[in-house]
């Protein structure tokens, strides 16, 4: 069974920083993809970024790129978004997602 466990997220001001983990557990780390995603309330879930181990290819959405990284540990199996210069726009609940499987999600809050 497929777990996915988000961690990291919290209150910070815009501008700050924060690092997201998503820590997996029954996955295959040696061929995998892993996606990170956003919700606010009243609106579709979005991509934010994904990382394949295939080709160590990643995406990110427009609205993060020059400001997120995307990063995995694979001795740790885990995968990090490194969230630099953040926006008030970025406040969402966070959830990795890979095989199908989602995690429970991270709330991120920026304050202007």
């Known amino acids: 069974e497929v777990q996915l466990v988000e961690s990291g997220g919290g209150l910070v001001q815009a501008g700050g920083s924060l690092r997201l983990s998503c820590q997996t557990s029954g996955y295959n780390f040696d061929d995998y993809v892993i996606g990170w995603f956003r919700q606010v309330p009243g609106k579709e879930r979005e991509g934010v970024s994904c990382?394949?181990?295939?080709?160590?290819?990643?995406y990110y959405a427009d609205s993060v790129k020059g400001r997120f990284t995307i990063s995995s540990d694979n001795a740790k199996r885990t995968v990090y978004l490194q969230m630099n210069s953040l926006e008030p726009e970025d406040t969402a609940v966070y959830y990795c997602?890979?095989?199908?499987?989602w995690g429970q999600g991270t709330q991120v809050t920026i304050s202007s």
């Open positions: 990382f394949s181990s295939v080709n160590e290819r990643t």
């Open positions: 997602s890979g095989g199908n499987s």
